[in-house]
């Protein structure tokens, strides 16, 4: 058969400025493939009808998984016969998105034989995304990666592929070990990634510090971020040689401390560390002269999701302060014990941080067995309506 | 490869990342005292050991194809000992560990057209979704606006411009905001404005109608048992879409009517102030592709106006918060709306309860 042509002026012109252009990586790899060639011909008519042209996914996937595979048709099968079916597999990516050019190799090997040879590196969950192939293709593809080492994310209503900032690896701020906490607890809970059984999706995000790189707060259910006990460590002669280079201490430091504990008088630095919230900010642009106390932990956050469907929510602290170790027990324990009242009481596609909201944060405190304390909140609450058990009653 | 296909494995989960870190990286996992930024394209971090690792950064589109990714493990096998890794913005990184290496690939990648930069106080990459490319529900595309706007920024990325602090550009082609667009300095979502349109014979085959129901966040939709299908009150429809992620059989796509809105104002990290949400400043601009020019000159003219006010280390957020919403919308001349003020779930917290504001 021989290949269609298609004319994509609008395209096109995505082709031009500095940054580099999708579009160049699709007719890259519509040179080798069928799929990719009819992507450009069916792209190029949403440019020009303005709205899409794909349908919702069917149930696809592999043998023994519940997920991992986004079935994918488009609406108009017989012009772009190469993308009827466009399912996406999602490839769990590794730890901190560290990789060497062989495993890449390896991947783009498999994926050049059974799909379109476009991929998202990465997808905004955190997974290796391969972008379109058939239904006949999955198993191979499967047999051919997981063969390799590699195996799939997470979809539907399981726990999404788990991930991480660069954390220790490369980062002086990171208070916990991101890389090994997202691959103990991706490994711990393979079951739950690939075989849904939840009431909607569950996402874990693991920030070394608060700076949280991962938009750990923002979008995932539970939330990991690094945090330290005691006094910020100083080194006066790096200070001094901020001042010298130029910086605005009292300006850009002293005055930008959101609890006013940073003074400076021309000379040293001093922290009143009893009143420091932890920010990050002074420590963010001073890093050769300042660094996070000695005792490390991660405080734990849950409930952030996207705003449908009683609007977006950010994580909020459950646990403080948690020392996280090898092997994690007391963090693996937690995310068990959380996902057995969300399992007991969730409705249909309702996230963890809905179900908080719904039921209220006493009744999910009381199945985690934590007290209530005044950082799980901003202020207390404002009316007058409020639950006493018979208990608190005697 | 061959044809006959190796024995498949399940619950193996991704491979150990230790495999994947660079020499200099693994010696000093957890050990590195500082850091310091050489250019937007580059930075350095030094160990307690006194070991260095440079970092380059490249921009890239996300969408690749296997070219792309192989032209990058080139480049790793010529100068990085086959090691590389990505940012969780979708850049490319490359790591050595001496400094004329990371000139010498700093040159290399410069001479094969590659984008270098986004370290430090810029415009990084945009987190974005799938788009027309992929997506069922898009209202918009993603690709396509993530290119404008970077074409658009460039020289933030790049270094030959600075700004007060980092600006977080996101994408999302419908509200169930697959990117991060809900806490990003300036973003953009696709929306559409018209209830969806029923099939009842297809709910009839293809939905759950107490799913559908309670997929509505305002309560518009409704049994209606003589169809065997669901009924919507218009009025009280905000268009979402989330009952069409439910049920197929209420399309609400409509090319005349979708377009995106502009979003400012988050944050996700604790640095100063707490995470923020973003917080609508324009309703509603029309699809216009390939390049969406309006959608440019909405960015364009928000970051100026930052850029003027700010002060160093300010994120967006941060400035709104100092001067208040009303001088934001006085400065960028964004004319405010009904649709600015809050009538959804969190509307009485938004509206303002005291005499002290600005003209």
Redesign the interface.
Known sequence: MSKKTYATP??D??E????????T??K??AKRSDA?ND?LGI?ER??N?????????GIVG?R??GGGVIG?YSDVPEEYPGCAH?H?VRV??????????????D???????YGS??????G?TGDLVL??TNTDAL??I???L??R???LGGSGSAMRTP?C??G?????W?MI?T?DIN?EL??AF??E??RPAFPYKFKIKTAGC??????S???ADLSLVGTWKGDIQIDQAEVANYAKAGMNIQ??IVD???TGCISYDGKAIKIDNANC?????CI??M??AL?PGKERGATILVGAK???????L?SHVIVPFMPLEPPYDNLKDLITKMWEWWDEHG???ERIGELIVRRGMREFLEHMELDPIPQMV?EPRRDPFYFWTEDELK | MSDALPERQTDIGPPDYKQFLPPVVAKNYGKWKYHERISNAMMVHVGESGDKCYTVRAASPRLISTDFIRDLTKMADKHCGGFLRFTTRNNVEFLVDDENKAKALEKDLRDAGYMLGGIGDTISNVVHTQGWVHCHSAATDASGLVKVLMDEFADYFTGKKGLPARVRLAVACCTNMCGAVHCSDIAVVGIHRKPPRINDEEVKKACEVPSTIASCPTGAISPNPAAKSVKIKEDKCMYCGNCYSVCPALPISDPENDGVAVVVGGKIGSLRSNPKFSKLVIPFLKNNPPRWPEVTAAFRNILTVYEQGARKHERLGEWVDRIGWEKFFALTKIPFTHQHIDDFTIARETFRASVAFKW
């Not at chain 1, 769990?92 to 190799?105: D, H, I, R, V």
């Not at chain 1, 996207?306 to 977006?312: K, N, Q, R, S």
Request: glycine fraction near 6%; charged fraction near 20%; proline fraction near 5%.
């Open positions: 609008l395209l012109q995505l031009k400025g500095p940054f580099p252009s999708f579009v990586e699709i890259r790899a990719s992507l792209l949403c440019y009808d303005k709205k899409t042209h794909w349908k919702h996914g592999v023994g998984y994918r466009f996406t769990n990516q590794t730890s901190g998105f560290f990789y060497t050019s062989k495993a890449l190799n991947i783009c090997d498999v994926w050049d034989k040879g476009l991929t998202n590196l990465h905004s972008l379109g198993e191979p499967f047999a051919e997981s063969s080492g590699w195996d991930s900032c660069v220790p690896a490369r980062c002086e990171s070990d890389l691959h991706t490994q393979q079951d990634l690939h608060g700076v949280d790189c991962i938009a707060v923002a979008r300006a850009e930008m401390c959101p919230s932890r920010c990050m900010h963010a642009k890093t050769k660094r996207a705003p449908f469907v009683i609007g977006a950010m409705k249909n596609r901003f």
